[in-house]
């Protein structure tokens, strides 16, 4: 059930992992958190959680290493530098890990569908905004979307401007924006301890002002930004959303 794939990018210039669980269902992508790699989300718990939609054939999971989140999160090189990876590292995703996944999956076209917290709801959320010709659907949980105020740079680069949802979905228009109103984004979140579902609802407004359908669950005060919170999340969604 459980498969390691390594090879060398050369758009992030280093090792990267790609895992996936399961045999059968519907691709889920499931990004870490900041710091996280591939296999953060089985030694959290998630894939535990998420064990009865795999052995079901409903789902099969994949995970990456947060190569973005980690020069984020360390402060890695300049802030240019910062900016410059993260438009790298989805250029990696579209061109590398999609590829790989619909290999996996035997098909050429299945369309993938995106999780994850913290900064890895950021890469969720950005992934279906950037391209939705292959991310169908996408579940940010207790996310966070103006990574600005990670860096000590004043204004924002072009590589970080085309990977922000924030910067980029306002100036949308043509076959993009018209692909992108036919996907969904779920934006789901706490509002106990670090949480801020402020952060969900100034994307979620960006989306609506362009007509992209989108919506913010509050799961309020008891739910914090920890992987218990997250562990309950995901399967719901996705049970519901495979039914």
């Given at each position: 059930m459980?498969?390691?794939s390594r090879w060398y990018s050369t758009r992030l210039r280093e090792e990267v992992t790609l895992a996936r669980w399961g045999q059968f269902g519907q691709p889920v992508l499931v990004y870490p958190t900041a710091g996280g790699d591939?296999?953060?989300i089985e030694r959290f718990?998630?894939?535990k959680?998420?064990?009865p939609l795999i052995t079901a054939g409903r789902i099969k999971v994949y995970s990456v290493d947060s190569v973005a989140g980690r020069v984020w999160f360390y402060k890695e090189g300049s802030?240019?530098?910062?900016m410059w990876i993260q438009h790298q590292f989805h250029q990696y995703i579209r061109h590398e890990v999609v590829p790989a996944i619909r290999m996996d999956c035997k098909s050429d076209d299945i369309g993938i569908w995106t999780t994850g917290a913290s900064i890895g709801a950021f890469h969720a959320a950005a992934s279906v905004c950037r391209f939705p010709d292959v991310f169908h659907r996408a579940l940010p949980m207790s996310g966070t979307f103006n990574l600005m105020r990670f860096t000590e740079a004043t204004q924002p680069t072009d590589y970080y401007r085309v990977s922000s949802p924030l910067h980029f979905v306002p100036h949308l228009e043509g076959r993009h924006l018209d692909l992108l109103r036919t996907r969904y984004i779920h934006f789901v979140t706490g509002e106990?301890?670090?949480e801020n579902i402020g952060e969900s609802f100034?994307?979620?407004n960006v989306l609506g002002q362009k007509?992209?359908?989108n919506h913010v669950d509050s799961w309020g005060p008891d739910w914090s930004h920890d992987w218990i919170t997250w562990r309950a999340m995901l399967p719901k969604y996705l049970d519901e959303w495979t039914r």
């Open positions: 459980f498969m390691k591939a296999e953060e718990q998630l894939i959680a998420l064990e802030p240019e530098h910062r106990g301890k670090y100034a994307l979620a007509g992209i359908p």
